[in-house]
């Protein structure tokens, strides 16, 4: 129990370097940079196998600091979780192997620009014990009739904080597997933050997919990864461990999605997350094709794969270290009459990155759900 409690203190304690600084350049920063970011990737020529790290990467992430001057804490801390996701895959085609369960796509969580139509699409899809369905399960289960925009976290990162930080080795591969799940004759859209590492992400999908020549990307500034908050990303750090969170910004943020409060700090979900389908997804899908990758940063990602999936997905980082994974999301499914459905979906084997896990693994503690102490 001793280790144990150590154990639960130390994961709390690493969130301070984990994940939502991301994205914390704002899209001044982002436009400065806009004639480096839409050029070609480097790493769009596929790499050898010899090339890839051991770690597959498919849980484990380099998750961002909130602030690039932590860029050094959280390069430590990413090179211990990539080491002990040797033991994972990263196939995106794979399901867990956890339970899962068969659900209706029409009794997704749905909203609408207009008067709620019913759903026609009977189709089936299997969503693992974590809430999450294949991209290409929702991909090829849609309707002639319907348009999906799938938006995702940008796939595994250096270490270091930047516009200009790219993928990893395993970052690209696991971009090209997610495509090779999406292949088909069908075109499609590609929009991205204009961050390296989502310009990558997006080329190597296409890559994945067969495409013989880079798509045209199409850089959206909603998606750089503030559109939930109120203030900075720094200062959203720092409100988070003023309440006397561990987790920083990345705890502050799972209490927020699941139960609402902090109005000083960030938006109230559900009507920014609508907002955003309107001014964003609605009011941009007639000039996309009928699918769209869309790639931004878990800040963004996260809170409206929650929202989508009505607080059901197991992102809940304040109770047991869960957070969105690379290259999972949300699909949002569009059809004729603009009514809207969602669908959390993972592009690898798992949609969720499982902190606590990979804390247990690495120290030799024993047992994989302990109970955890009341807070």
Known sequence: MRNITLSLAAIASLATVISCGDSSKSPTAVKANESANSSPSD???TLSSSSIRTSTGVILSSSATIADSSATASSAHSASERTSSAKQTSSSSAHSSSAHHRISSSSISSS????PQPQSSATSITLDADGFATVADVYHSLQDNEKAVFIIRHSEREDN???ETELTANGVKMAQDLGVTLKSDEEFSYITSGFVRTNETANNISKGRGETKL???ITNYDITGNWFLKISADSLAQYGTSLGMKGGSVELMAHWAYDGGYPNALYELSPRAEEFMQKVILKNLPKWKRVS???SHDILVMPLTVFGSKGKVALKYHEDYHWINYIAGLAIIIDE???LRYIP????ESGVIDYLAIYREEHGIGG???TFPKK
Do not use: E, F, R, Y
């Open 43 to 45: 790493s769009d020529d």
């Open 112 to 115: 609408s620009a207009q008067a």
């Open 161 to 163: 904080v930047a516009i």
């Open 215 to 217: 798509p045209k990307l």
């Open 293 to 295: 990758i869309m790639v």
């Open 337 to 339: 009459q603009n009514n």
């Open 345 to 348: 979906v993972k592009g690898a």
């Open 368 to 370: 994989k759900n302990p």
